[in-house]
Each structure stands twice: as structure tokens, then as C-alpha cells.
């Protein structure tokens, strides 16, 4: 499995070649957003530093993201919130904050491997023991059977004007399609498994992340607040203190 490093920083970019060669991964480095724009099609991973010389590291992931689902990590030397929620709401799946530890930089691209077998644009089949490069056919056939027997996928989820197609693994608001990334797609589908259904937030994060997720449970805060803004009603999605969250139905404005 390829994973492409995006750091302009060699020293980084060095280590985390390094770290990553040793434990079986095959690794591409660039330095610059615009040659990772030009290489991120064949990876199964990226790695991408916020603090690139062309473009900003928020807004690669925010471009990979309209192309494709591969898994990203974004990396930072920032202790700033604003950059980790600015990289999740732009498309990364994860966040690490520079300097790290090898064993928690190949745990972490282990567990994004896992979550993103489900995935069905621009991904590898990484249940093959070859690892691997699908078709395009291949990727959209594998990526609907893998989906559905994850999640029961098939059956298009409805509550008021609200609409999700999981085989499409689209989103629509009044007929109108929501652009949301791969992780804000599942916990949505999620909860519209059962509209006013509180669901905790234990229960997400091990659906939508990972049982073994090692990360910050703010994820799931970061990926709420992203969907309430692009459903343009923070009514969707209600929170439940102490608990978790619900899908409901606000009240809409007649038209």
C-alpha cells in the first residue's frame, strides 16, 4: 500500500519515510500542495503538512476530498484548535500534532486503512491479500457489497426533506446535494437509522471511527458542528447532554 507524504519539510518527511518503510508500507514524498494534487491519485493514505510553501494544507485536503475519499492525516506543529478543526472540516480524517511517536503514526494509518474499506471512489481493495488496485468497476461493485454489510446499506433513508442514498452515498436537502465528506456521511446515515433515536456517543465513535480509535472524542463534536452548518439548521442534529445526539426534524419556515 502506497502512502504519499506531503511535507516541504525534509527532516519530517524523512522520519516519517523511514517509520514507514520499516512497517511494510511502500511511501512517495512531495513538498508542495500542487505536486501532491498531481500525485495523491494512486496512494491509499496521505499524510499532509498544514504548513505548506504553495498552498495551505487545509485547502489540499479540501481539493483531494472533492476527488476522492483516500483517508488523509493531516500534520501539524500548531497547538491552535482553529487548525485541527479547519483540516477535519476540509476533509481530513485525522489530525496529529507534530512531534510525534512512530508507534502512534503507523497505529493511526492502520486504523484509517481499516475504516476505509468501505469507500468506493479512488480507493484499493484493502481486504485483498495482494493489495491490490481495483477497476473502476471493481472499486464501485466492492465498495456497495463492503458498505452494506457494514451498515445495512441499500435502502435510502428519509426523514422531512432530508434524503440520504447510501449506495450513491449521497446526500440531498430539499432535492439539493450536499457536498459532506466520507466520516460526516456515515455519522448521518447513522443517524437517520432512527430519526429521534438517541444514539451515544460511545456507540458513534465505534461505528463511525473505530472501536480502537485513539484520537480525541472533540472529533465527533468537529463533525456535528460541520453537518449543522451544511444542513443549515443546528435543529438536525440535536445534542443530548451527557448522552450523545438525535436526529429531529426542525421546524421549517412555510414556503
Not at 512497517?23 to 500542495?33: D, I, K
Not at 475504516?115 to 477497476?135: I, K
Not at 456497495?144 to 435510502?156: D, I, K, L, M
Request: hydrophobic content about 40%; aromatic content about 6%; proline content about 4%.
Amino acid at each position: 500500500m502506497r502512502i504519499l507524504i506531503v511535507d516541504s519539510d525534509d527532516r519530517t518527511a524523512e522520519y516519517l519515510e523511514g517509520t514507514l518503510v520499516v512497517h511494510g508500507f511502500e511511501t512517495c514524498r512531495v513538498g508542495t500542495g500542487a505536486a501532491a494534487l498531481e500525485r495523491f491519485a494512486g496512494a491509499g493514505l496521505v499524510l499532509v503538512a498544514l504548513d505548506l510553501p504553495d498552498l495551505a494544507g487545509s485547502e489540499v485536503c479540501r481539493l483531494i476530498r472533492e476527488r476522492s475519499c483516500v483517508p488523509i492525516i493531516a500534520l501539524s506543529g500548531s497547538a491552535e484548535e482553529v487548525d485541527r478543526v479547519m483540516a477535519l472540516h476540509m476533509g481530513a480524517d485525522d489530525f496529529m500534532m507534530k512531534p510525534f511517536g512512530r508507534y502512534e503514526l503507523v497505529a493511526r494509518v492502520k486504523a484509517l486503512f481499516r475504516r476505509s474499506a468501505g469507500c468506493t471512489r479512488g480507493c484499493t481493495d484493502l481486504g485483498s491479500s495482494e493489495n491490490r488496485s481495483l477497476s473502476p468497476s471493481e472499486t464501485l461493485e466492492h465498495g456497495a457489497v463492503e458498505h452494506g454489510e457494514r451498515s445495512g446499506a441499500g435502502t435510502v433513508r428519509e426523514a422531512g426533506p432530508l434524503r440520504l442514498d447510501p449506495h450513491a452515498r449521497k446526500v440531498y436537502l430539499r432535492g439539493k446535494e450536499l457536498h459532506v465528506t466520507r466520516k460526516e456521511f456515515d455519522l448521518l446515515a447513522m443517524l437517520l437509522e432512527g430519526p429521534g433515536t438517541v444514539r451515544k456517543r460511545q456507540e458513534i465513535m465505534c461505528r463511525v471511527w473505530d472501536e480502537n480509535w485513539i484520537g480525541s472524542s472533540r472529533t465527533l463534536d468537529f463533525h456535528v458542528g460541520s453537518l449543522r452548518s451544511k444542513l443549515g439548521c443546528a435543529g438536525w442534529i440535536e445534542t443530548v447532554r451527557g448522552v450523545g445526539f438525535r436526529l429531529a426534524v426542525p421546524e421549517l419556515p412555510v414556503a
